[in-house]
């Protein structure tokens, strides 16, 4: 089953504290800072990651981790977030929707927790979504995702140089973690 597992917000950097309910609007969730202006954008309004992703990376490197440590909005399981492409959308109980615009790169702000996240953690570190209907959250809230975008699947970004693509590892990690989501087809988009 697809779910919500936390919501997480900041006055701005990381870690974001989880929160059980927060209100989403256009620019993302109410309270939620930002430490830099080129993510005040309503494209990245939303970072989404798996915590099953959350979970084999701590695993991997040994360092404790949580929802909203890695600075993302919404932790989520059974999804597969880091398996969808631009377009595809989640419906949350209570009518919230999002649409999936980009992959999350890693930033230096990782840098808190291990210097290497910025170079090990390309493409299993979440994608950002820009709001469709906002709304009020609740931790909990089952998620349908959509796959009605036509892009590649799953959406990856190129590794800066010296950096380490996570795609295949966050592939592998989905497939033997990750409950199958709940998915609805746009009429237009084959099963």
């Known amino acids: 089953m697809s779910v919500l597992r936390s919501i997480n917000l900041s006055p701005g950097g990381i870690p974001k504290t989880a929160i059980p309910t927060a209100s989403v609007r256009a620019a993302g969730i109410e309270g939620d800072g930002h430490d830099h202006e080129k993510h005040r954008t309503p494209i990245q309004a939303i970072s989404l990651i798996d915590l099953e992703l959350v979970d084999a990376i701590a695993e991997e490197t040994g360092i404790r981790l949580g929802p909203g440590d890695l600075g993302e909005n919404l932790t ?30 890693p930033c230096y702000v990782l ?68 409950a199958d989501p709940v998915v609805a087809t746009s009429p237009e988009t084959p099963a």
């Open 76 to 105: 989520v399981s059974g999804v597969g977030i880091q398996l969808l492409t631009v377009g595809d959308r989640l419906s949350f109980d209570g009518g919230v929707a999002l649409e999936i615009t980009r992959v999350r790169p």
């Open 111 to 178: 840098d808190s927790i291990s210097p290497e996240f910025k170079r090990i953690l390309w493409n299993r570190i979440g994608m950002y979504a820009r709001v469709l209907e906002p709304g009020r959250l609740a931790t909990g809230a089952k998620i349908t995702v959509e796959r009605s975008g036509d892009g590649p699947r799953p959406l990856v970004r190129a590794p800066g140089e010296g950096c380490v693509d996570g795609a295949a590892f966050a592939a592998r990690v989905l497939a033997e973690r990750a």
